[in-house]
T-cell receptor, first 111, second 116 residues
Framework: DQQVKQNSPSLSVQEGRISILNCDYT??????FLWYKKYPAEGPTFLISISSIKDKNEDGRFTVFLNKSAKHLSLHIVPSQPGDSAVYFC??????????FGTGTRLQVFP | GAVVSQHPSWVICKSGTSVKIECRSL??????MFWYRQFPKQSLMLMATSNEGSKATYEQGVEKDKFLINHASLTLSTLTVTSAHPEDSSFYIC????????????FGPGTRLLVL
């Protein structure tokens, strides 16, 4: 049973437009959520996180929204840039315990 | 800050040999380190969690005698793949927590293992 799901395996967005990556989870015990960016043959790079007590966290071009009632979070990237092309993983955890990762969404930003 | 390194970055070995992968937190003390394995086109799968000075906790389905984890200090954890076989070929990634934002895991660059 997959507790963290990213239902879109890929997303293609034009440069300058908004990229929206979605993530759903099933475990209501999760109390923090993170987004990671991963290039091929590299480890994931931490992007942004959000605690369950918040519904929005913004850092530059990246904003994460959390809807606890829907058990849904999303990462917005605006404006999208070609360098943003990578695989994005959402992850969830509780009590500083292990993270549960989604399967990733491959984002491609084209000129 | 919160830099994690892994060594080696890639390794090729013969079937039956053992391979050791090191994971180091360079500028913070890692209270907990995690080892992940990534299969092609799949998510990161947690293999085990280790705390300094105690035995690692392995996830279900991960052979503890096959994947030996030693968390020798607050800055070093090692994963040894014993008697490696071709099916062990994969991308192994470690992460460490305990930095400025404690619940955030900081990942190493990964080690690609190819067993011939």
């Amino acid at each position: 049973d997959q507790q963290v799901k990213q239902n879109s395996p890929s997303l293609s967005v034009q440069e300058g437009r908004i990229s929206i990556l979605n993530c759903d989870y099933t475990n209501s015990m999760f109390d923090y959520f993170l987004w990671y960016k991963k290039y091929p043959a590299e480890g994931p790079t931490f992007l942004i996180s959000i605690s369950s007590i918040k519904d929005k966290n913004e850092d530059g071009r990246f904003t994460v929204f959390l809807n606890k009632s829907a058990k849904h979070l999303s990462l917005h990237i605006v404006p999208s840039q070609p360098g943003d092309s990578a695989v994005y993983f959402c992850a969830a955890g509780y009590n500083t315990d292990k993270l549960i990762f989604g399967t990733g969404t491959r984002l491609q930003v084209f000129p | 800050g919160a830099v994690v390194s892994q060594h080696p970055s890639w390794v090729i070995c013969k079937s039956g040999t053992s391979v050791k992968i090191e994971c180091r937190s360079l500028d913070f003390q890692a209270t907990t380190m995690f080892w992940y394995r990534q299969f092609p086109k799949q998510s990161l799968m947690l293999m085990a969690t280790s705390n300094e000075g105690s035995k690692a906790t392995y996830e279900q389905g991960v052979e503890k005698d096959k994947f030996l984890i030693n968390h020798a200090s607050l800055t070093l954890s090692t994963l040894t793949v014993t008697s490696a076989h071709p099916e062990d070929s994969s991308f192994y990634i470690c992460s460490a927590s305990g930095g400025i934002v404690e619940e955030t895991q900081y990942f190493g660059p990964g080690t690609r293992l190819l067993v011939l």
